[in-house]
């Protein structure tokens, strides 16, 4: 059994997309979601999954080990960030070595780093005139987006493509493939 905690700080459609994916099937719960933002869709959506939702701060995350704790209490195996912007703190990523897992709306090492996040990646895109973009999934380190990469998945775009094109189609890879990728680490851990 593979207990799961997902951290995200907005719309939080990839939260829901995994823990419909994981519903029915028995090794794997969808313990918890955490927000550091009182007002993400990732709360509404937790309400209406059933799924329990935590609200935490700045100085809670990254200055105490209130969230470890948690998550060590909830016997959490495997921790997802779907759409959080927070950097992870080194007590979080030394109590989960590789057992953090993030998703990327870009093929990184391209477009990533601090800021680079949501609008602003694919802003970046259409700006440099990129033929493709594209999601990466990796564990996580104490760096932004630096990581292990474990997956990739590309998109053509179009000149004429606006940021909003490119979000869609990102999105669309992301919730595609970002469970399947999961159910295959969870199968090795
Ligand atoms: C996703 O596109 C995810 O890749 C991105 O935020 C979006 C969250 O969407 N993450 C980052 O930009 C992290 N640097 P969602 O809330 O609908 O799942």
Redesign the pocket.
Known sequence: MTRIAIF?S??????ERITTYFADKESVIIEMFLSNNPTA??IERGRRLGIPTVLFDKKTFSKTNKIVDLLQNQQIGLVI?????WLIPENLVKAFPNKII????ALLPKYGGKG???HF?HEAVVEAGEKESG?TIHFVNEHY?EGKVIFQAKCGLVSTDTPADV?RK??AL?HIHFPEVLEKIIATI
């Open positions: 995200a907005g719309s939080g459609s990839n939260a869709g990732v960030l779907a759409g959080f912007l993030n998703i990327h709306p680079m996040w949501g990646v999601i987006d979000a990102v999105q992301e």
